[in-house]
């Protein structure tokens, strides 16, 4: 796109052209519909894990450690990537990457739902990690070179919203397919919403990039790829051990570090970096970036272990336990998008400050959950800690992006999602590490009591409360005292974990207390109207 000559004081090379500005909010729409897709296929995909798993035709027949691979392959590929995508966007073109990312996520999609087995579907997954990788950073960056500086809060918090209304929207969407159709569904209802996504943006949405990329740094994108793909899978692997300290873990992990301060000293030395590190010696931009990893570690903890309570301890069905989780997504769907209006009047410290600690407070609220309490509650604290995580979201992206110029927009959106999937992950990794340790600890001597129970299908019973229930199934009768103490002690094991997460956000909570700013001292100026802009945006 061409921009028109810059505005005086503005640090932004100059401000979109006439026809982009008047279709902007439809240009978002199109946006929010390739990244709806992509975050809704981790989450719709939990749903599915118990029917993938049973014996053809019905499922793959998939083992327990396939299933999770079906995950992390995804997870993995990802997230290796996410930062190099970003790259690309701003030498190649933010919109020819995009349309790249979707095809693949597309074709990914078709392949992953007529898999014939366990290990297709997870080649397949990675496939949809590769288009992933490029859809999710082109999205933001294209929509900080769509609207102008001013309007950028409000666009981010729409953007924010939708992040988290398709997580919570996942289990519902694949609920419904999975009461009507084959597992297949869950990844083929993809397709259409690709092709529509592609067609939307050949026509709509503008093509941009650095006019000025510099040279290549193929030393820096192959360190930042190999860094985050080792400290990724080393998490990944700790939560599956549930030891972090096993030394493939900590092999693997320190391995990843060590490849990433490389990458770091490489882009130091570098006189054509891929990232400026400098940018992290401003404490407000390294407060955003951990403030977004730390959200997410508790966001997508709490969507993990709250659908074991709700399935496996209070008897709800898969599409029951996904409506259950949508006020967590109703609140951010109606407060991110007004965050800025927050933000303008406490500052960006205040909000983000008050929005961990109603986090920490949520995450500690569910000690009140058991295994007869008023489903209400649950709800509320949800509503809650969604209010909480829509008054972070916005204001932290915002903080990154608009620390980088607009011709950088696809490297910021890449270290911003980058952070966000590592906290994700930890957040699964870590969250379910505690979780399934205390469990097993506290189910042990229900299941030391079973009398004639083989040594191995008892360590095998104590891994999961479903292990657990699927084992008192079989006993019959005599198993539902070994029922009522697996349910105890899950409830046990949630209880512990949402106080390490509760900590967790407290420690976010300081972190934005000290180094975030505050409100500014004077109001910026207002944009003058532009005089080609008739329409009112929507409110």
């Known amino acids: 796109m061409a921009p028109s000559p810059s505005r005086s004081g503005d640090p932004r090379p100059g401000r979109t052209d006439a026809t982009v500005h008047r279709r902007r909010w439809v240009i978002l729409s199109v946006l929010m519909l390739s990244l709806l897709i992509v975050v809704l ?83 397949f997954r990675a496939l949809m990690g590769l288009g ?11 929509l900080m070179n769509v609207f102008e500086r001013e309007e950028q809060p409000r666009a ?36 259409p919403v690709v092709l529509i996504a592609l067609v939307a943006m050949v026509f709509l949405v503008p093509d941009s990039r650095d006019p000025a990329p510099g040279r290549l740094d193929p030393v820096g994108v192959a360190l930042s790829v190999v860094g985050l793909v080792l400290l990724i899978y080393g998490i990944i692997k700790g939560g599956q051990l ?29 006189d054509h970096p891929s990232i400026d590190i400098g940018y992290f010696r401003n404490p407000a931009f390294s407060a955003a970036v951990t403030a977004m990893a730390l959200v997410f570690f508790a966001l997508t903890g709490v969507t993990f272990f709250i659908v074991f309570y709700v399935q496996s301890v209070r ?60 489903m209400w509650l649950m709800e509320v604290i949800f509503f809650l800690q969604g209010t909480g995580m829509a008054h972070i979201m916005p204001p932290v992206t915002v903080s990154v992006m608009q ?88 409830v ?8 390490v997460a509760s900590g967790i956000a407290l420690i976010g909570a300081v972190m934005v207390a000290v180094f975030l700013p505050g409100r500014p001292a004077t109001a910026a100026p207002v944009a003058a109207p532009r005089p080609d802009e008739t329409e009112r945006a929507p409110k």
């Not at 966007?89 to 990312?101: N, T």
């Not at 490029?134 to 960056?141: D, E, G, I, N, R």
Request: a neutral charge; glycine letters at 12%; hydrophobic letters at 55%.
């Open 403 to 490: 620390a980088l110029p607009r011709e950088k927009a696809g490297s910021g959106s890449a270290l911003n999602n980058t952070f966000r999937q590592v906290g994700g992950t930890l957040g699964v990794a870590v969250l379910g590490s505690v979780l399934s340790t205390t469990y097993r600890d506290a189910v042990k001597g229900a299941l030391d009591a079973v009398p004639a129970l083989p040594g191995p299908v008892r360590h095998a019973a104590g891994e999961s409360i479903e292990a657990t229930l699927g084992v008192a199934a079989r006993l019959g009768p005599a198993g539902q005292p070994l029922v009522s103490a697996a349910q105890d002690a899950f």
């Open 41 to 123: 296929d981790n989450s719709i995909l939990n749903v599915a894990m118990k029917t993938i798993a049973t014996p053809a035709p019905a499922g793959l027949g998939a083992t327990q450690s396939e299933l999770e691979w079906a995950i992390n392959a995804y997870t993995l590929v990802f997230a290796g990537l996410l930062f190099t995508s970003g790259l690309l966007g701003d030498r190649l073109g933010r919109k020819k990457v995009l349309l790249f990312g979707l095809a693949v996520f597309g074709a990914g999609s078709v392949l992953a739902a007529f898999a014939a087995t366990p290990v297709e579907l997870i080649a």
């Open 242 to 270: 549930a030891d972090f300290t096993a030394p493939e873990v900590v092999s693997t992990v320190l391995g990843g570090l060590a490849v990433l301060a490389a990458f770091v000293v490489h882009q130091k030395r570098s």
């Open 315 to 374: 008897g709800y069905s898969p599409l029951e336990s996904g409506t259950l989780i949508l006020p967590l997504a109703a609140a951010q769907v109606i407060f991110a998008p007004r965050a800025r209006h927050v933000v303008a009047r406490f500052g960006a410290r205040a909000v983000c400050t008050a929005g961990m600690l109603t986090v920490a407070v949520t995450m500690a609220g569910l000690l009140v959950l058991d295994v007869s309490t008023p």
């Open 156 to 191: 981010i918090g729409i953007w924010a919203g939708g992040v988290g209304l398709a997580i919570a929207v996942g289990p519902i969407a694949g609920g419904l397919l999975l009461d009507r159709f084959w597992w297949g569904s869950v990844f083929l209802i993809n397709v």
């Open 492 to 499: 046990h094991a949630m209880h512990l974990t949402a106080l």
């Open 132 to 142: 992933g990788a490029f859809v999710m950073p082109a999205t933001l960056a294209i």
